[in-house]
Nanobody, 122 residues
Framework: QVRLVESGGGLVQAGDSLRLACAYSRRTSSTYAMGWFRQAPGKEREFVAALTWRDGNTNYATTVKGRFTISRDNAKDTMYLQMNSLKPEDTAVYYC???????????????WGQGTQVTVSS
């Protein structure tokens, strides 16, 4: 059984920081990667960041590279997305996701959390 619960969203000003958390309950051996996606009003869901479970390799969308950091704490069964230098265009619902099979890190995710709202004002 895979369960994902996001938290940490909120309303902040441009330039501020937020740390999102994703608490997970999963079968570790079946996980290839975990990632963060976001969906802004009127737009399709887009890839933000991913962490390959086996080796801890990380990948980021060009729009957030250098500002966002994805990480995990295995002892707490929690994955994080540290978001710094937030911009209004980062406003979206952020989702945690799990990819069970190998392949491209930015597509093919199988399980999703309920999402947490991040709003960045000018």
């Amino acid at each position: 059984q895979v369960r994902l619960v996001e938290s940490g969203g909120g309303l902040v000003q441009a330039g501020d920081s937020l740390r999102l958390a994703c608490a997970y309950s999963r079968r570790t051996s079946s996980t290839y990667a975990m990632g963060w996606f976001r969906q802004a009003p009127g737009k399709e869901r887009e890839f933000v960041a991913a962490l390959t479970w086996r080796d801890g390799n990380t990948n980021y969308a060009t729009t957030v590279k250098g500002r966002f950091t994805i990480s995990r704490d295995n002892a707490k069964d929690t994955m994080y997305l540290q978001m710094n230098s937030l911009k209004p265009e980062d406003t979206a619902v952020y989702y945690c996701a799990v990819k069970r099979s190998g392949g491209s890190y930015y597509v093919g995710y199988d399980y999703w959390g309920q999402g947490t709202q991040v709003t960045v004002s000018s």
